[in-house]
T-cell receptor, first 113, second 115 residues
Framework: DGGITQSPKYLFRKEGQNVTLSCEQNLNHDAMYWYRQDPGQGLRLIYYSQIVNDFQKGDIAEGYSVSREKKESFPLTVTSAQKNPTAFYLC????????????FGDGTRLSIL | GQQLNQSPQSMFIQEGEDVSMNCTSSSIFNTWLWYKQDPGEGPVLLIALYKAGELTSNGRLTAQFGITRKDSFLNISASIPSDVGIYFCAGLWGDSGGGADGLTFGKGTHLIIQP
């Protein structure tokens, strides 16, 4: 079945540690996105990529990094510079051109040990 | 940046009741999207609206793209227990279409169904 797969479902990070969240899609979508969701808040954009080997900062990129080496994959690294990383992280993808809606994965919940 | 005001923040209703929620903005959007999110899951697209004045249904759900392009509403008729969740509106405003810089989310409406 086509879809967006995020892993792991739950992730724990120690102080000073970098962790990487995986996002893979087999929808042949060009664009991919990472959002952060905090309780009672809407989704806030971290990074997005409209094409392989290119990505742009969103509204809250500080303390995060991404790569887009393959069309299907858009991993997000939460670095030690992100002082408040505990949140629910959502990956999405969409077709390019026109006003294409974004489709989401099931999320990764990151917590600090 | 763009902002969407989504209301109400939460709704407590009885099973079988109709539900109405809306999003407003001071800015114009070219596309309105409505998503539903269950606990611990990612948002699922319910309805996409592409044209001012458009009224679209998906089963018991009906959504409209406001004529001014600054608002949208979502109605759910005859609510059932599985309707519980958080509903998000999202607006897309880019001139060329696509691109994450054009997508803005509301803060969500939490729907709770009382027994």
């Amino acid at each position: 079945d086509g879809g967006i797969t995020q892993s792991p479902k739950y992730l724990f990070r120690k102080e000073g540690q970098n962790v990487t969240l995986s996002c893979e899609q087999n929808l042949n979508h060009d664009a991919m996105y990472w959002y952060r969701q905090d309780p009672g808040q809407g989704l806030r954009l971290i990074y997005y990529s409209q094409i392989v080997n290119d990505f742009q900062k969103g509204d809250i990129a500080e303390g995060y990094s991404v790569s887009r080496e393959k069309k299907e994959s858009f991993p997000l690294t939460v670095t030690s510079a992100q002082k408040n990383p505990t949140a629910f992280y959502l990956c999405a993808s969409s077709l390019q051109g026109g006003y294409q809606p974004q489709h989401f994965g099931d999320g990764t919940r990151l917590s600090i040990l | 940046g763009q902002q969407l005001n989504q209301s109400p923040q939460s709704m407590f209703i009885q099973e079988g009741e109709d539900v109405s929620m809306n999003c407003t903005s001071s800015s114009i959007f070219n596309t309105w999207l409505w998503y539903k999110q269950d606990p611990g899951e990612g948002p699922v697209l319910l309805i996409a609206l592409y044209k001012a004045g458009e009224l679209t249904s998906n089963g018991r759900l009906t959504a409209q793209f406001g004529i001014t392009r600054k608002d949208s509403f979502l109605n759910i008729s005859a609510s059932i227990p599985s309707d519980v969740g958080i509903y998000f509106c999202a607006g897309l405003w880019g001139d060329s279409g696509g691109g994450a810089d054009g997508l803005t989310f509301g803060k969500g409406t939490h729907l709770i169904i009382q027994p």
